[in-house]
């Protein structure tokens, strides 16, 4: 298994900022892609930033040159910095991994456990 651990969020005003973090653990194999998904109440879960490995990334349009998505192979981890922050991303934010395990060739898909942004108007 693959264990995803979040950190950061929290409460913040309009046009401020904040980081999340995350790290990933586990028998892992190979870690493909990594990134943020964000769900509001009574939204659908939707893609914010993925990276891949190799540096590609793919960034949600609605918060394209606000939010910056990397990622640290060596260490399994991933952050997004999120500036400009509007109430409309408000919503609670999911750690993503595409990994391989040690034990299986089989690639599945982990989350985390999932981490509240307020932003404030």
């Known amino acids: 298994q693959v264990q995803l651990v979040e950190s950061g969020g929290g409460l913040v005003q309009a046009g401020g900022s904040l980081s999340l973090s995350c790290a990933a653990s586990?028998?892992?194999?190979?870690?493909?892609?990594m990134g943020w998904f964000r769900q509001a109440p009574g939204n659908q879960r939707e893609l914010v930033a993925l990276i891949t490995r190799g540096g590609s990334t793919n960034v949600a349009a609605s918060v394209k040159g606000r939010f910056t998505i990397s990622r640290d192979n060596a260490r399994n981890a991933v952050w997004l910095q999120m500036n400009s922050l509007k109430p409309e991303d408000t919503a609670v934010y999911y750690c993503y991994a595409s990994a391989q395990l040690v034990t299986t060739p089989t690639t599945r898909d982990y989350w985390g456990q999932g981490t509240q942004v307020t932003v404030s108007s």
């Open positions: 586990g028998s892992i194999f190979s870690m493909n892609s």
